[in-house]
């Protein structure tokens, strides 16, 4: 058994639910500390967090990732335990197999060899793991960042282990993620006795045209990189539950999916243009999870996409697609930010799971990308 195969089982062990960490990052800080990385714990409300960095030198290569999973669903529906590893027909089962426990392990091994091989080597390298991006993300790695752009810290290139590759390890690269913008929309009107048309003002009947222009809209065409922006309704809800009342206000729950060919603000404009336009008296509040991030091609995609075909045997692809990541979050401290790790088929699932066959070439990767931009 492969060392990063044994250190992702361990990590797997931990049930590290959002945002509990379970000491997943006390395997990790132990094991960094003997390589001589300084430190820093940075615990944000219940989070835990860390930075470590070993050298003083540019240029600053990062491995960023994150030790809390997702709950695990109905634990009858698994194989096995979900916070027991185990190895059936080559594949490693247990909750964070794929997201990303594995990765994370795969970056420890990878800087072990790495440094074993070059102890002398130029720049620095440096991981910043966080315990809150399943969840509302709100005191991890974004605190972190926070707290190294405030003291004036910056990073040359970062690699976030999230799981990117579809059919086969090593087909995709993710080079940027869409931002996501979110819309709480209420639509008044006037409640009233459903029998009395003339005394009441429907607002789900006033806000459909409006719904319709803006499902109807074309946001942006896209780019080289990107889709076009995508606008859809996630929740309506109006009503008292009587089938005989007008109801007085509509809430509509809405998201952008959106690229860099727009901002937060060219999207709020419009939003707010046609809302205007077919008269609605409404309040919209606003909430940014996170603008869109985009690394062209590059030292770092050209390094890891050498480092791929040299482990894996295959050319990746670039692509944005996808939700968020906490890349959006480096990408302020960060020219270029890339993300790479295993299949995403069965993260969040039931009986999620990585070939074991495919963890060790995901730590030669890792390794090779290292020598690359690092010279040696």
């Not at 959002?18 to 714990?41: H, S, V």
């Not at 996501?180 to 009107?189: A, I």
């Not at 006037?190 to 789900?204: F, R, T």
């Not at 008269?279 to 995609?301: C, F, H, I, M, R």
Request: glycine share 10%.
């Amino acid at each position: 058994m492969s060392d990063t195969l044994q250190l992702a089982k361990s990590l797997i062990a931990r049930r590290s639910l959002t945002p509990d960490d379970a000491g997943c990052q006390d395997i990790l800080i132990e094991r960094l500390e003997k390589l001589g990385f300084n430190i820093e714990r940075m615990r944000f409300g219940n989070v835990d967090n860390f930075w470590a960095r070993r050298g003083t030198a540019s240029p600053v290569i990062v491995f960023a990732g994150h030790t809390d999973v997702v709950p695990t669903g109905p634990v009858d529906g698994w194989f096995s335990p979900p916070f027991e590893p185990a190895i059936r027909d080559g594949m490693l089962y247990g909750r964070g197999a794929a997201d990303m426990k594995t990765s994370i392990a795969a970056f420890i091994t990878a800087i072990e060899d790495f440094l074993a091989r070059h102890p002398r080597h130029d720049g620095s390298i440096a991981l910043l793991i966080t315990s809150d991006e399943e969840g509302v993300a709100v005191d991890g790695t974004v605190r972190v960042v926070d707290a190294l752009k405030k003291r004036g810290e910056t990073i040359d290139h970062c690699i976030v282990g999230e799981p990117t590759s579809n059919k086969r390890v090593g087909d995709t690269i993710k080079n940027g993620r869409r931002g996501s913008l979110s819309g709480t929309l209420t639509v008044k009107g006037v409640q009233g006795h459903i029998a009395y048309p003339h005394l009441v003002k429907n607002p789900i009947h006033m806000a459909a045209p409006a719904i319709a222009e803006l499902a109807a809209t074309t946001w942006d065409n896209g780019n080289e990189y990107f889709p076009p922006t995508s606008w859809q309704i996630s929740n309506i809800n109006g009503g008292t539950g009587a089938a005989n009342v007008v109801p007085g206000t509509v809430e509509i729950l809405f998201n952008f999916r959106f690229s860099t060919a727009s901002t937060e603000q060219e999207l709020k404009d419009k939003v707010h243009a046609i809302l205007d336009r077919h008269g609605l008296d409404y309040d919209l509040q606003w909430e940014l999870s996170g603008n869109p991030y985009l690394t062209a091609k590059g030292s770092l995609v050209a390094a890891i996409s050498r480092a791929i075909e040299q482990s894996y045997g295959i050319t990746p692809e670039l692509s944005t697609s996808g939700g968020t990541s906490d890349g959006r979050f480096i990408a302020g401290i960060c020219p270029q930010v890339i993300e790479f790790g295993p299949l995403n088929a069965t993260i969040h699932k039931l009986n999620e799971c990585v070939a074991v066959a495919d963890i060790e070439p995901l730590k030669l990767t890792y390794r090779r990308t290292l020598e690359i931009l690092l010279n040696v």
